[in-house]
Nanobody, 112 residues
Framework: QAQLVESGGGLVQAGGSLKLSCVASGVLLPASKMAWYRQAPGKAREFVAS???????NYADSVKGRFTISRDYAKNMMSLQMNSLKPDDTAVYYCRGPGEWWGQGTQVTVSS
């Protein structure tokens, strides 16, 4: 069964860094656009970053210059390097494949 599995979340102090990973289990990572989204408590899920099959990236204004999305076809995974984290970055982070293919999410908590 094809799944997207996120990992790397945790608790970090403001200004710190985390690296999230999304592994495609049971299937090769599709050669199409993939993305990270996040959902904070009481808020709607929002776009964070995307990368297409050519390596073109796109970021939400709130994370530009702090987050970097990448993908490694050899490792069948996508990553999100998050630097200079802020308390407002606290959320569950989701990996998204083509269409409505979502991972289960990983919690990121940034303390002030």
């Amino acid at each position: 069964q094809a799944q997207l599995v996120e990992s790397g979340g945790g608790l970090v102090q403001a200004g710190g860094s985390l690296k999230l990973s999304c592994v495609a289990s049971g299937v090769l990572l599709p050669a199409s656009k993939m993305a990270w989204y996040r959902q904070a408590p009481g808020k709607a899920r929002e776009f964070v970053a995307s990368i297409n099959q050519y390596g073109t990236t796109n970021y939400a204004d709130s994370v530009k210059g702090r987050f970097t999305i990448s993908r490694d076809y050899a490792k069948n995974m996508m990553s999100l390097q998050m630097n200079s984290l802020k308390p407002d970055d606290t959320a569950v982070y989701y990996c998204r494949g083509p269409g409505e293919w979502w991972g289960q999410g990983t919690q990121v908590t940034v303390s002030s």
